[in-house]
C-alpha cells in the first residue's frame, strides 16, 4: 500500500541557534539511541507533548519550535489512526553513520493497516551528540534495502 505523504515534523539546524546545555549529555551513540527508543515508544502511545519534552534538552531549537513540532504532530495523527487504524508495535530498523558526526536512527511504527517512518537525526559537533532531526512519513518502501 503506497500512501501520500502525511506529514514531517523535519527541522535542520540552518539557523545559528544557541544550544541549551543538556542535564544528560548524549556522550555516545547508544545514549542517543536510548533516547530515540523512549521517544519513540511515547510516539506509539500519541504522548506527543511528552516525547518532544524528553528531546528538548538535546535539541538546540527555541523551545517554542519543538512545541510548534508536538502540535503539528500531535494535529495531523487523527488522519494517520483513520487510514491505517490502530498502532500495534514499533520496530528498529537500522542505524547509519556519516561519519564521526552524524548518526541516524531509524522506526517502523507498525499500524493495521500500514506503517510510519520515524526518523531521527543526531549530530556530535564536539563531544555530544545533539538531535538535529526528526521527521515521520508513510514512504515505507524507503526502509527495503
Known sequence: MKACLLGIALVSLTLSVA??????PL?????????ADEVVALFKTEKFPEAYEILK?????????????????????P???????????????????????LVELTYLQKFERHGVRWTFLFYKPQDRWLV????????IDLLVE
Open 19 to 24: 544550544a541549551q546545555p543538556a542535564p544528560q
Open 27 to 35: 556522550k555516545t551513540t547508544a545514549d542517543a539511541r536510548r533516547v
Open 57 to 77: 534538552p538535546h535539541w538546540p531549537l527555541p523551545q517554542v519550535e519543538i512545541d510548534s513540532l508536538a502540535n503539528q504532530t500531535h494535529t495531523q495523527w
Open 79 to 101: 488522519m494517520v489512526r483513520q487510514r491505517f487504524g490502530a498502532s500495534l508495535a514499533i520496530e528498529f530498523i537500522r542505524e547509519r553513520k556519516g561519519g564521526a558526526s
Open 132 to 139: 538535529n532531526a526528526v521527521a515521520w512519513d508513510d514512504d
